[in-house]
């Protein structure tokens, strides 16, 4: 486990938005969350293992509990693995819902430096609604809150085509794109469907290998590729949206 970690603080950039600190902020919990669990079980396992073999008089002992692991895994190790799809599954269900929150976030701090994105030429205010505020900055912020509430129950295709038409940038690279949409579907099959493929995810997927009814299972590398992704994603999206609209950066935190 050790020797694969992703080790968040080497590729973080120096400065970032707001959305951006808070998604690498929160993937970073979540990875030291995982680790914890699972070193915590190899731990315990080798302990009880030592103590074991110290009671028994045996002086033939594995010397780190990698070699335990590799060698002979442990009763609470054999467990985790049993259980390592669900385990897998809520890390992983995490960290495509924040990736998703740090795209409605980022799109919030655009509309609010620049809400002129938002004009439109038919009218979409009428005007009992804008006798409800007491300046335009209120009504304002209500209409920017209210376009990225709607945008956050659009899928994303129709979020990077609403953001592509208004110049708002949503770096997906095209090689990759297809993998990120595959992403965001197994999130919504780990959240509304147990896990499992339904005709929604076969449509939505194209050459995909799972038949309707099959478990998605996931491994520990899928989630690793997921997280690169993702953090790619939102690294060179942050990048873009600062340089063209001039949003306030701060220093990403020692994590």
């Known amino acids: 486990m050790e020797n694969n970690k992703i080790e968040l603080n080497n590729s973080l950039p120096k400065v970032g938005t707001n959305s951006a600190v808070q998604f690498f902020s929160s993937v ?13 079980v190899v731990n315990m396992d080798y302990a009880s293992y030592r103590a074991r073999e110290a009671l028994d008089g045996n002086d033939d002992v594995y010397s780190e509990p990698s070699e335990l692991l590799d060698k002979k ?3 609470l190790t054999l467990q985790l693995r049993e259980h390592k799809q669900e385990l897998i599954e809520m890390f992983f269900s995490r960290l495509v819902d924040n990736f998703q929150v740090y ?3 980022i799109i919030r701090e655009i509309l609010k430096v620049k809400p002129q994105i938002l004009y439109n030429r038919q009218p979409t205010v009428s005007m009992e609604q804008i006798l409800k505020y007491d300046n335009i900055d209120a009504l304002v912020q209500d209409l920017i809150e209210e376009k990225v509430s709607s945008l956050s129950y659009s899928g994303l295709g129709k979020v990077q085509e609403w953001c592509k038409e208004r110049g708002i940038p949503l770096e ?3 090689d990759r794109r297809e993998t990120i949409i595959e992403y965001i579907a197994i999130r919504n099959l780990i959240i509304h469907n147990r896990g499992y ?8 997927i194209r050459n995909t290998k799972f ?6 299972n996931l491994s ?3 989630l690793y590729d997921a997280i690169k ?3 790619s994603v939102v690294y060179h999206t942050d990048e873009k949206a600062h340089e063209k609209f001039q949003l306030e950066t701060m220093e990403f935190p020692i994590l």
């Open 28 to 40: 970073n919990k979540d990875l030291k969350l995982f680790y914890f669990v699972v070193n915590n």
């Open 73 to 75: 895994p442990g009763k």
């Open 103 to 105: 795209i409605i976030d």
């Open 172 to 174: 997906l690279p095209e």
């Open 197 to 204: 493929v339904d005709e929604r995810y076969v449509k939505t």
């Open 211 to 216: 038949k309707n009814g099959m478990k998605r």
């Open 220 to 222: 520990v590398d899928n």
């Open 229 to 231: 992704d993702l953090n």
